[in-house]
């Protein structure tokens, strides 16, 4: 069993799937800048889906669309792939509450960007759209909604997601997230890494927030056609008094994160 485990620790830390696992950090990273572009295209009062399945879309909209896919797919399954690794083998040396919770915050991220995989394939594959994936998540948040308890696991994952944005926006203030990355020697070039981050992060942890507390508001309501995920929460934030600006703030501030993102992609330390 220790030689299995060996053996898998050392390809999961080979040199090719960290390659790979930094191209998902950017794939990511574009994602998110076409978040912030729809956001942005809705707040000048055009449409489009602001969530990662509506930036999937665009992506599968280009001419390279089914070459792109597959890239981003094997790209995102790496990282996942390289984030379960870290979850089960790495950290032994922090102490032993830190290192349960970096062993936790791993394999978060390993479910994270395996989402993020089955997505991008389910689009490559042709059994993905952006409607498809709004009716889906409506569909399965009322069967959870009308099954026993299913109120307070609602409530719970809302509660999550808002605690997750507090989480990130927090990490954006304090710049907590610059001690993973390698940062530049240049001082202005740090400073420009370090600003993307701050904005990145606190951008979108206002957008999870945001989408937390809609998640617990249309539960409590017993309104599961209003629990519509990030896409819901953007255009709730547009309809409110000078939404438009604030939308388009938020929209900027993805395109950030998703630039740092890009920038993660080259600096992280893995």
Request: net charge positive.
């Given at each position: 069993?220790?030689?299995?485990?060996?053996?898998?620790?050392?390809?999961?830390?080979?040199?090719?799937?960290?390659?790979?696992?930094r191209i998902g950090f950017a794939v990511s990273g574009i994602l998110h800048l076409l978040i912030g572009f729809i956001a942005i295209r809705l707040a000048v009062g055009g449409n489009g889906r602001a969530d990662v399945s509506g930036a999937v879309s665009e992506l599968a909209s280009q001419p390279a669309g089914p070459l792109l896919l597959w890239s981003s797919f094997v790209a995102c399954a790496a990282l996942a792939l390289w984030q379960a690794s870290d979850a089960i083998f790495d950290f032994g040396h922090l102490p032993k509450g830190k290192k349960a919770g970096a062993k936790l915050k791993a394999a978060g991220q390993a479910l994270v960007f395996a989402g993020l995989a089955a997505t991008l394939a389910s689009f490559a594959v042709g059994t993905g759209s952006s409607a498809d994936n709004s009716r889906s998540a409506t569909d399965l948040t009322l069967k959870v909604l009308t099954a026993p308890?299913?109120?307070?696991?609602?409530?719970?994952?809302?509660?999550?997601?808002?605690?997750?944005?507090?989480i990130y926006g927090f990490r954006g203030v304090r710049k907590s997230f610059a001690k993973h990355l390698n940062l530049p020697q240049q001082p202005g070039l740090k400073r420009a890494v370090v600003g993307l981050g701050v904005t990145g992060y606190?951008?979108?942890?206002?957008?999870?927030?945001?989408?937390?507390?809609?998640?617990?508001?249309?539960?409590?309501?017993?309104?599961?056609?209003?629990?519509?995920?990030?896409?819901?929460?953007?255009?709730?934030?547009?309809?409110?008094?000078?939404?438009?600006?604030?939308?388009?703030?938020?929209?900027?501030g993805l395109i950030c994160y998703g630039v740092y993102m890009v920038v993660r992609a080259r600096l992280a330390r893995m």
């Amino acid at each position: 069993m220790k030689q299995a485990a060996d053996k898998a620790e050392d390809v999961t830390n080979s040199r090719v799937l960290e390659a790979a696992a930094r191209i998902g950090f950017a794939v990511s990273g574009i994602l998110h800048l076409l978040i912030g572009f729809i956001a942005i295209r809705l707040a000048v009062g055009g449409n489009g889906r602001a969530d990662v399945s509506g930036a999937v879309s665009e992506l599968a909209s280009q001419p390279a669309g089914p070459l792109l896919l597959w890239s981003s797919f094997v790209a995102c399954a790496a990282l996942a792939l390289w984030q379960a690794s870290d979850a089960i083998f790495d950290f032994g040396h922090l102490p032993k509450g830190k290192k349960a919770g970096a062993k936790l915050k791993a394999a978060g991220q390993a479910l994270v960007f395996a989402g993020l995989a089955a997505t991008l394939a389910s689009f490559a594959v042709g059994t993905g759209s952006s409607a498809d994936n709004s009716r889906s998540a409506t569909d399965l948040t009322l069967k959870v909604l009308t099954a026993p308890g299913g109120v307070a696991l609602l409530v719970a994952i809302g509660l999550g997601v808002a605690v997750a944005g507090a989480i990130y926006g927090f990490r954006g203030v304090r710049k907590s997230f610059a001690k993973h990355l390698n940062l530049p020697q240049q001082p202005g070039l740090k400073r420009a890494v370090v600003g993307l981050g701050v904005t990145g992060y606190v951008a979108k942890g206002s957008v999870l927030l945001l989408t937390g507390v809609l998640v617990v508001v249309a539960t409590l309501r017993a309104h599961p056609e209003e629990s519509t995920g990030l896409d819901g929460g953007l255009k709730a934030l547009r309809d409110q008094p000078f939404g438009v600006y604030l939308l388009a703030a938020v929209g900027l501030g993805l395109i950030c994160y998703g630039v740092y993102m890009v920038v993660r992609a080259r600096l992280a330390r893995m």
